[in-house]
Each structure stands twice: as structure tokens, then as C-alpha cells.
């Protein structure tokens, strides 16, 4: 049984009383989310603040970005030794975001992604298609592109201890989600992908959905027999949102 995960990417927002009123929403609610586990990855800055404020909570934290060096003269950039150092379980790699605005290809994210795993870090990897890509019957190749650099750079048993969002480029920040059966569909795709692979590895992996995923769509995606949880970004800056989306996780 894979437990839900619901993970919020709060992207370039908040400052520090923002940060801490909505962790104080979150863990004020708390007692009602029964299943889900649940994470926030806030802006690097904020780290040390929402590290110290959910230290000994259920709630998990972790990064948007790492750098693939562990340290040296990569100015602006924050490691996975860092990030760990401050106590984040996760680290997000691939958002879409990074993909288009940022230039990371796919060796790029893989490398990402091997470097969190070298410190410790669960990688939440993104995947998805632009509006064209869907529109060209192209969902199926962006998909496997993105998975297998990952899957040649570490192979199928990093799965073991990873998980992978499923956002299409489109429904992120747009208002416009992907309809249970479609995202569905894709989250089978990438399970049985992986189940040619690995079966037990595909067993285990929690694949969440991303892209205005909200309190009140929520439940019906989540209920889809392989989507595991959400990667939040907007609902996941009020917590009576994010919190309606983890209690709709069960
Ligand atoms: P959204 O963002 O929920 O605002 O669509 C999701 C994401 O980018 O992870």
C-alpha cells in the first residue's frame, strides 16, 4: 500500500511571516489529514525558518532545485549537502519551470537527480508534455525521454527510493487540470514503463499529479488506483487549501 504524498512547491513566493502563518495553518489542521503524508518545499531562504518551525512535526520539507556539485565556486547555486544539512528529505528536479526558463535538459535533471540521491535526498522528478506535445499524440515519447536519461544515468532500482510527479506543462498554474482519466492514463503509462523494468519498484513508487490540482478536484484524481498524492503549487500557499487537498488524499 502506498501511503499519499502531498508535497507543495511554493515556488518564488513568501517571506518570512508568510511562511510562518501558513505553517501555523498547517500544523493547526493536521490531526484531520489520517493517511497522507505531507511535505513543503519553500524557496531556499525560508529553509532554515520552516526547518526549525516543523522540526519534530509530521510535516516533511525539502527544495525546489540543487545544484549537481556538492560544493565549490558555483555562485548563487545551493547543494544537496546544504539542503540537508537543513533538513529537507526531498528535493524537487525537472519542474517544468527549470526545464523551460532555466534551459535543463534531460542529462541535466538526471544528474540532478543522482545528486540527490548521493546526499540523502528523495527526488521528486517532473515529467510532462507541453500543450503541443498532447496535441502531436506526443505525451507517451516527451514521457519516456524524460525517464529513461534518468533511467540509463542510475538505473531502474533508484526508483527504489524516488518519486515521480506527472505535471503537463499545461494544466501548471493555468486553472486548467488534466480530467482524472487523463491523468490516469499517463500515471499507468509511467507505472507499467517501469513495470517492464522493475515490477516491485513500480509497485512501490508513489506517482503523484501536478497542475492546479485543487481542494475540490482533488479527491477524484487522487482516487485514481495510480495516483499517489499531488505536487501543489498555487493551493499549496493557503493551508486551508493545501490542507483540504492532503485530507482529500485521505
Ligand atoms: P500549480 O503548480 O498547482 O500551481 O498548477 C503545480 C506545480 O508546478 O508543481
New binding site residues.
Given amino acids: 500500500m502506498r501511503q499519499p504524498l502531498v508535497a507543495g512547491?511554493w515556488k518564488m513566493n513568501g517571506d518570512q511571516a508568510d511562511a510562518s502563518k501558513l505553517l501555523d495553518g498547517i500544523l493547526a489542521g493536521l490531526a484531520e489529514v489520517k493517511s497522507a503524508e505531507l511535505a513543503v518545499c519553500p524557496p531556499f531562504i525560508l529553509i532554515p525558518a520552516v526547518a526549525s518551525k516543523l522540526a519534530g512535526s509530521a510535516v516533511k520539507w525539502g527544495g525546489q532545485n540543487l545544484d549537481i556539485h556538492n560544493s565549490g565556486a558555483y555562485t548563487g547555486e545551493v547543494s544537496g549537502p546544504m539542503l540537508k544539512d537543513f533538513g529537507c528529505t526531498y528535493v524537487i528536479v525537472g519542474?517544468s519551470?527549470r526545464r523551460s526558463y532555466y534551459g535543463e535538459g534531460d542529462n541535466v535533471v538526471a544528474m540532478k537527480f543522482g545528486a540527490a540521491q548521493d546526499n540523502g535526498l528523495i527526488p521528486i522528478l517532473c515529467v510532462g508534455e507541453s500543450l503541443e506535445e498532447r496535441a502531436e499524440n506526443e505525451t507517451e515519447s516527451v514521457i519516456d525521454r524524460q525517464l529513461d536519461e534518468v533511467i540509463d544515468a542510475h538505473g531502474i532500482t533508484a526508483f527504489a527510493n524516488a518519486v515521480i510527479?506527472y505535471?503537463p506543462v499545461w494544466?501548471?498554474?493555468?486553472g486548467k487540470t488534466a480530467t482524472p482519466d487523463m491523468a490516469q492514463e499517463v500515471h499507468a503509462y509511467i507505472r507499467r514503463k517501469l513495470a517492464t523494468l522493475d515490477a516491485g519498484v513500480a509497485a512501490g513508487i508513489r506517482l503523484l499529479y501536478?497542475?492546479?490540482?485543487k481542494p475540490d478536484n482533488a479527491a477524484e484524481l487522487i482516487a485514481q488506483p495510480d495516483i499517489d498524492g499531488g505536487?501543489?503549487?498555487?493551493?499549496s500557499l493557503k493551508a486551508e487549501d493545501f490542507l483540504g487537498i492532503a485530507k482529500a488524499a485521505g
Fill in positions: 512547491n519542474h519551470e510527479a505535471e494544466a501548471i498554474g493555468t501536478g497542475g492546479s490540482m505536487l501543489i503549487g498555487g493551493a
